[in-house]
């Protein structure tokens, strides 16, 4: 089943998290599984304070969604051992129609490949001429490799130089050893001369006859006696391919993760000479194989939006992603589709009380749960009901979802703007990242942060670090303007800092910081309209 996220905003706030576990809950209950609650940002103090106090986890983390190796919908999971001879690796990767084969450990870990490009180098085009030799080998593997038959058992374990006896005999015997393998044709006194040189195994080719002095003398002496159609050079092209893969694999492979973006990949893929990537795991445990038509069909991830609709404040690689619906209760920002999508967008408090009204038309009542944490997000965004945003809608679902999940609103609300508002040991920069929203106005990048502050008195105190800090994260952002805003829920006000040239500060009208901002308690509704207009002049 492909998993569509349920996402909210850059530095989420309450109601993002809470209306994308709300909304991922309520989809679930008609495709169970399908649809996962998803973050992008980390959890604040208040959040996590709300998440807890309901028995809820937070929502996965996700930090971007452009497609990765993961939402590929098959990886070649086939490997070989390193020590399975070369030739059983050649007959699996015809048997899977691939031309690469990543070799392993005993515990998977990624040791190397076996090419078709690697074997074509090691048996064809090779100009050193080695020495033939046999790796350990069992001595019934290499039967089955020479399709012969064992006429006489012997050692069951082969290793050593095998000599294709064409020379004077007497030169052969001099060269051969106790572990040494020789080739022999029809030829019964060298076969005889060879087996009493102490050899470890006889192999006679072309098919040619064993005789009962030679299979005597071989039982006599513990040697091993084969006999096979092929004749003595492919005998001795197929003894090449009985070597383990550990020493034919290459091992300048490429590695991916699970994580990789597909773009990234493509393009390791793209420039290796396997046209191949092994993706690996913990360990350099391998997880599968990725070749170029792996990329036939167009990946993407499937997205839902909550509490936003701008591009600038999406989770990273949204313009990859297959956005399929958008819930928000924000102006309307640059976001557009590549087909018709599923977009409610309603004046209202907070994304929360949308998804309740879901519930509602759906007919299906929240469980305890996600009634609590729907509230949480609706008195988290109305400042517990008492913002300029608040409407009659979000009254109306704060009431129904207060009797679910049986707490007192008020009681309850002003506890949680508490955890939210506790700024000690938190520094002045961590506090301005918290809730901050971006924006591009009148062809102007503009960051607005906004913190909730019990009292005027922590913004008066810190006025000269606050501007300092302001100019390091404007440039950080890359913002024209970076605005803070410092809301006090009790006396139903803000004040306001900007960071930006002189020129648009003077223009603006802010060079004396903080300007109080009397009954602006909204960012959005508040502040960013009459600010946007400010804007508009310049």
Not at 152 to 165: F, H, Q
């Given at each position: 089943m492909n998993k569509v996220y349920v996402i909210g905003h850059k530095h989420p706030d309450t109601d993002s998290i809470c209306s994308a576990i709300g909304y991922a809950e309520l989809l679930n209950k008609s495709e169970p599984g399908k649809y996962v609650a998803s973050r992008c940002g980390g959890i604040n103090p208040e959040t996590r304070f709300v998440l807890e106090h309901f028995g809820a986890e937070e929502p996965y983390f996700i930090e971007s969604v452009e497609p990765n190796v993961s939402d590929l919908p098959y990886t070649y999971p086939i490997s070989a051992r390193a020590d399975v001879p070369t030739i059983e690796v050649v007959a699996r990767m015809d048997e899977q129609g691939v031309r690469n084969m990543p070799i392993v450990d005993v515990d998977d870990r990624l040791l190397g490949l076996?090419?078709?490009?690697?074997?074509?180098?090691?048996?064809?085009?090779?100009?050193?001429?080695?020495?033939?030799?046999?790796?350990?080998?069992?001595?019934?593997?290499?039967?089955?490799?020479?399709?012969?038959?064992?006429?006489?058992?012997?050692?069951?374990?082969?290793?050593?130089?095998?000599?294709?006896?064409?020379?004077?005999?007497?030169?052969?015997?001099s060269r051969l050893g106790a572990r040494d393998v020789a080739i022999v044709g029809d030829n019964e006194p060298a076969q005889l001369a060879l087996i009493s040189a102490g050899i470890a195994a006889l192999i006679i080719a072309d098919a040619s006859p064993v005789g009962d002095r030679v299979i005597h003398a071989a039982k006599a002496g513990e040697i091993a006696v084969l006999s096979t159609a092929l004749d003595a050079f492919g005998v001795g092209k197929m003894i090449n391919l009985s070597l383990p893969a550990s020493m034919v694999m290459a091992t300048d492979m490429p590695r991916v993760g699970m994580n990789d973006p597909l773009e990234y990949v493509k393009g390791v893929v793209s420039n290796s000479k396997y046209r191949t990537a092994c993706v690996v795991g913990a360990d350099d445990c391998l997880l599968g194989m990725i070749s170029r038509n792996t990329f036939v069909d167009e990946i993407n991830k499937q997205v839902i939006l909550v509490d936003h609709n701008e591009y600038s404040q999406a989770v990273d690689g949204i313009e990859k992603a297959d956005v399929l619906e958008i819930l928000d209760h924000h102006r309307i920002g640059a976001f557009s589709t590549l087909k018709p999508i599923r977009f409610l967008n309603e004046p209202v408090?907070?994304?929360?009380?949308?998804?309740?009204?879901?519930?509602?038309?759906?007919?299906?009542?929240?469980?305890?749960?996600?009634?609590?944490?729907?509230?949480?997000?609706?008195?988290?965004?109305?400042?517990?009901?008492?913002?300029?945003?608040?409407?009659?809608?979000?009254?109306?679902?704060?009431?129904?979802?207060?009797?679910?999940?049986?707490?007192?609103?008020?009681?309850?609300?002003?506890?949680?703007?508490?955890?939210?508002?506790?700024?000690?040991?938190?520094?002045?920069?961590?506090?301005?990242?918290?809730?901050?929203?971006?924006?591009?106005?009148?062809?102007?990048?503009?960051?607005?942060?906004?913190?909730?502050?019990?009292?005027?008195?922590?913004?008066?105190?810190?006025?000269?670090?606050?501007?300092?800090?302001?100019?390091?994260?404007?440039?950080?952002?890359?913002?024209?303007?970076?605005?803070?805003?410092?809301?006090?829920?009790?006396?139903?006000a803000s004040d306001l800092f900007a960071a930006a040239d002189e020129v648009t500060l003077a223009k603006l009208g802010v060079t004396g910081q903080p300007m109080r901002l009397e009954n602006v308690m909204s960012r959005k509704k508040d502040f960013l309209p009459q600010f946007g207009n400010m804007l508009r002049g310049l």
């Open positions: 076996v090419s078709e490009h690697g074997l074509a180098r090691a048996y064809v085009t090779r100009t050193k001429i080695e020495q033939l030799s046999i790796a350990p080998i069992k001595l019934e593997t290499l039967a089955k490799i020479l399709s012969a038959e064992i006429v006489v058992p012997g050692p069951d374990l082969l290793e050593g130089k095998v000599y294709i006896a064409i020379d004077a005999l007497h030169v052969s015997l408090g907070s994304t929360s009380t949308i998804v309740t009204r879901k519930f509602i038309e759906a007919g299906v009542e929240p469980d305890q749960r996600t009634a609590g944490l729907l509230l949480s997000g609706i008195l988290s965004d109305t400042l517990v009901l008492r913002m300029s945003t608040t409407t009659p809608e979000d009254r109306k679902a704060v009431d129904y979802l207060a009797g679910i999940a049986e707490v007192d609103p008020e009681a309850y609300g002003m506890e949680m703007v508490q955890q939210g508002i506790e700024l000690k040991d938190v520094s002045v920069h961590d506090l301005l990242l918290r809730d901050t929203k971006h924006y591009n106005l009148f062809d102007r990048a503009v960051v607005i942060a906004q913190v909730i502050v019990p009292s005027f008195e922590y913004s008066a105190e810190r006025t000269g670090e606050i501007r300092e800090v302001l100019e390091v994260l404007r440039a950080e952002a890359g913002a024209d303007i970076f605005v803070a805003l410092f809301t006090n829920v009790f006396e139903n």
